[in-house]
C-alpha cells in the first residue's frame, strides 16, 4: 500500500528551535492548517499535547492540542484528527468519554487518539503529575490504554491495576468505530505496548536501514505475539523546492539560525531513557522530534526517491512538518504527494 501523508499540528510554535521563530501560533491558526490540509487530501492532521512549549521553552505560550482536536473535527471533512495525550494530565476515562464525543459527535469517525508516556520532567511537575521512571511511564501508559479501550467496548466496565481502579466504568455513546490507536516511542517497552494495543507505532525519523529494523520488530512481534497485525508511522521534516540547491540553502539558513540556548536547554532536559534522544547533536535536536534525520530535503524527485526507501522498509505513514506552517503545506503536496500519487496510480495500472 502506498504511504500516506499527515501534518503535524505546530501547538507549540513554529517547529524549529530557531531565533527567528513563530513562537506563538493561535488555535484559529492551527484550525486553519487543518482546513487546508483537509482540502488538499493529507490524510491525518496529529495533534500533540504540550502544557509547556516543548519548542522555544516554558516562557513561550502553547495552544491546547484537544481544544484544537475538537475544533479541527468540526471543521474538517475527511482528514482524520490524532490528538495525542500523557497520563497524569487526565484521567482515562476523561480521555475516554471526550475522544468518544469527537468520535461521534465532531469528527464522524474520524479520530484517533496517541499515547504518549512523556519526556520532560519540569512539564509533568509543573501540572501536578508525579515524574515516574521511563519504565514505569510506559507501565502506567499500558494501563491507561486497557482502561479507555475498555471503556469504548465493554458495558460497566471494571478494571483493578496499580495506576488505575474503575468501577462499573459507563461510556453509553460508544465510539463508532472504535478509534485507532497510536502509540509513540522506540524503546522495547513502547514496541511491546504497540505491538499489544496500537494500530500505530509512531516513531522519529532516521535513516531507512535504521527505521527497517524497528518496523520488522513491530509487525513481527505484533504477529508473533498477539496475533494481530500493526502499521508504522515516523514523523519527518521536510523542505521541497523547485531546484535541490534551493532547499538546501533553506537548511543551511535554518542551522545558521539555530538558538544554541534553547537546543543546549533541551538537551538537558530531555530524559535521556527515551531511546529515540540518544542523538543529540544540533542537526538533530534543532527539530523537537529528530524530523531532519529523514533527509526529505531536495527537489520533488530527491524527496520522492527518499519516500519510497520508506515505503520499501515497511513505513506506512509519515506525519510531515515544515519550516513554514501554510506555504509548505501547500508546497510539499503540489511538488510531492501530487507527483507520487501519481506515479503510483501509474504503476498499479
Known amino acids: 500500500m502506498p504511504l500516506q501523508f499527515g501534518i503535524w499540528s505546530p501547538v507549540c510554535g513554529g517547529w ?3 531565533v527567528n521563530h513563530e513562537a506563538n501560533v493561535s488555535t484559529q491558526d492551527l484550525v486553519k492548517l487543518a482546513v487546508e490540509a483537509d482540502k488538499l487530501g493529507y490524510d491525518f492532521y496529529y495533534i500533540p499535547e504540550h502544557y509547556l512549549n516543548a519548542i522555544h521553552g516554558p516562557k513561550y505560550h502553547v495552544a491546547d492540542g484537544w481544544i484544537t482536536a475538537a475544533l479541527a473535527s468540526l471543521n474538517t471533512k475527511n482528514i482524520k484528527i ?3 495525550v500523557q497520563p497524569g494530565f487526565k484521567l482515562p476515562a476523561v480521555v475516554a468519554n471526550v475522544s468518544a464525543n ?3 459527535q465532531l469528527s464522524n469517525s474520524r479520530f484517533a487518539l496517541s499515547g504518549i508516556a512523556g519526556w520532560w520532567k519540569l512539564e509533568v511537575e509543573s501540572y501536578g503529575d508525579v515524574w515516574l521512571p521511563h519504565s514505569e511511564r ?3 501508559l499500558e494501563e491507561y490504554i486497557d482502561v479507555i479501550k475498555g471503556l469504548w ?10 495506576y488505575y481502579t474503575i468501577k462499573n466504568g459507563i461510556i453509553t455513546d460508544k465510539p463508532t468505530p472504535t478509534p485507532p490507536i497510536f502509540i509513540a516511542g522506540e524503546s522495547d517497552r513502547a514496541i511491546n505496548l504497540a505491538a499489544r494495543h496500537g494500530d500505530y507505532l509512531f516513531i522519529n525519523a532516521d535513516e531507512p536501514e535504521k527505521t527497517a529494523a524497528l518496523v520488522q520488530k513491530v509487525k513481527t512481534l505484533a504477529i508473533a505475539r498477539y496475533g494481530r497485525n500493526i502499521k508504522v508511522a515516523m514523523s519527518a521534516f521536510a523542505i521541497v523546492s523547485e531546484y535541490t540547491a ?3 540553502a533553506r537548511l543551511a539558513a535554518i542551522y545558521r539560525s539555530a538558538d544554541q540556548q534553547q537546543i543546549k536547554y533541551f538537551q538537558e532536559q530531555i530524559d535521556p531513557n527515551v531511546v529515540a534522544h540518544n542523538k543529540l547533536d544540533i542537526s538533530q535536536t534543532i527539530e523537537a522530534n529528530l524530523g531532519l534525520s529523514a533527509q526529505l530535503v531536495g527537489d520533488r524527485y530527491t524527496i520522492i526517491q527518499r519516500l519510497k526507501e520508506y515505503e520499501t522498509v515497511g513505513v506506512d505513514l509519515i506525519i510531515l512538518k515544515f ?4 506555504e509548505d503545506t501547500i508546497r510539499f503536496h503540489k511538488l510531492v504527494i501530487s507527483e507520487y500519487t501519481q506515479q503510483n496510480n501509474l504503476v498499479r495500472l
Do not use: C, H, P, W
Open 246 to 248: 534551493e532547499a538546501e
Open 153 to 162: 467496548t465493554v458495558d460497566d466496565f471494571n478494571y483493578v491495576g496499580k
Open 323 to 326: 519550516e513554514s506552517m501554510l
Open 16 to 18: 524549529l528551535r530557531v
Open 138 to 140: 510506559y507501565a502506567r
Open 82 to 84: 490524532v490528538a495525542a
Open 102 to 104: 469527537i468520535q461521534n
